[in-house]
T-cell receptor, first 111, second 113 residues
Framework: AQSVTQPDIHITVSEGASLELRCNYS??????LFWYVQSPGQGLQLLLK??????LVQGIKGFEAEFKRSQSSFNLRKPSVHWSDAAEYFC?????????FGQGTELSVKP | EAGVTQSPTHLIKTRGQQATLRCSPI?????VYWYQQALGLGLQFLLW???????NRGNFPPRFSGRQFPNYSSELNVNALELEDSALYLC????????????FGPGTRLTVL
């Protein structure tokens, strides 16, 4: 069965520093991959997606992610973090129409 | 363009009661999905409806059920509520037949006392 792993439960970065959130997936074919962000008590907002083609995808809010088939990874990056980026981030893969989510990574931003 | 809407925002019930949660998809979307986000359990897929039919179901007991109406809105019903049903229930919608990009609503917070 497909699965998604986010190894980091909680990450703290300083405002202005770069960010990388890790995501590893288990999937037989080419996966459809997503990153979502959730602010406290809110729904999920789609940051970016990978279906095929260019392995570096750009998303909203200055985020990007790189699909690496050889490493089964889809890590999320941002060159300079803002205080408003503090939230929980979820990586997900589609299987049979449904989304399978990782456990989430909570991001804290230090002033 | 309006996004996915859910009602109510909060719902408080007692054990054994029934809860009904509602979702309106983005205009033009025919697929509706329900997910449960319970503390410590992460985001888990519950149900998927498209064109009025149940397309897929997660590992939840039969007391979790739902339906999709002709206008593509959807209802999630939870019967015989248990304390562990307390969670944020998220609805998402997509283009027909499992369009891969799902857009989420703000959720309904269900508390079972």
């Amino acid at each position: 069965a497909q699965s998604v792993t986010q190894p980091d439960i909680h990450i703290t970065v300083s405002e202005g520093a770069s960010l990388e959130l890790r995501c590893n997936y288990s999937y037989g074919a080419t996966p459809y991959l997503f990153w979502y962000v959730q602010s406290p008590g809110q729904g999920l907002q789609l940051l970016l997606k990978y279906f095929s083609g260019d392995t570096l995808v750009q998303g909203i809010k200055g985020f990007e992610a790189e699909f690496k088939r050889s490493q089964s990874s889809f890590n999320l990056r941002k060159p300079s973090v803002h205080w408003s980026d503090a939230a929980e981030y979820f990586c997900a893969v589609v299987q049979g129409g449904k989304l399978i989510f990782g456990q989430g990574t909570e991001l804290s931003v230090k002033p | 363009e309006a996004g996915v809407t859910q009602s109510p925002t909060h719902l408080i019930k007692t054990r054994g009661q029934q809860a009904t949660l509602r979702c309106s998809p983005i205009s033009g979307h025919t697929s509706v999905y329900w997910y449960q986000q319970a503390l410590g359990l992460g985001l888990q897929f519950l149900l998927w409806y498209d064109e009025g039919e149940e397309r897929n179901r997660g590992n939840f007991p039969p007391r979790f059920s739902g339906r999709q109406f002709p206008n593509y809105s959807s209802e999630l019903n939870v019967n015989a509520l248990e304390l562990e049903d307390s969670a944020l229930y998220l609805c998402a919608s997509s283009l027909r037949l499992g369009g891969n990009e799902q857009f989420f609503g703000p959720g309904t917070r269900l508390t079972v006392l």
